[in-house]
């Protein structure tokens, strides 16, 4: 099993940043990858940003590309979310995410472990 927790949620204006932490621990020697997700009430949870350590590739949504950016440390069990020029649709419970899967990133069923969200709220 591996537990994650999100941190570093909170309320911001439009235009500003926030850094989301995400710390692993149990059995993370199988973690291949993390992501971040996100959800608003009533919809489906949403890709964010994900990070595979093999070789260290980041993916994007298309809506966060040049405004967040991932990062994170396997030797370390962490990954993070630096989110800049944040904008009031960005306002969401954000989920961090682990994969023992060697495979995938993109959606949320590729993942094994989840957080329990932090909130991030952007006001306009």
């Known amino acids: 099993q591996v537990q994650l927790v999100e941190s570093g949620g909170g309320l911001v204006q439009a235009g500003g940043s926030l850094r989301l932490s995400c710390a692993a621990s149990g059995r993370t020697g199988s973690n291949y990858g993390m992501g971040w997700f996100r959800q608003v009430p009533e919809k489906e949870r949403e890709f964010v940003a994900a990070?595979?350590?093999?070789?260290?590739?980041?993916y994007y949504a298309d809506s966060v590309k040049g405004r967040f950016t991932i990062s994170g440390d396997n030797a370390k069990n962490s990954a993070y979310l630096q989110m800049n020029s944040l904008k009031p649709e960005d306002t969401a419970v954000y989920y961090c995410?682990?994969?023992?899967?060697?495979?995938?990133?993109?959606?949320?069923?590729?993942?094994?472990?989840w957080g329990q969200g932090t909130q991030v709220t952007v006001s306009s």
């Open positions: 990070i595979r350590w093999r070789y260290g590739n980041t």
């Open positions: 995410a682990a994969s023992v899967r060697p495979l995938g990133a993109l959606r949320a069923n590729e993942y094994d472990y």
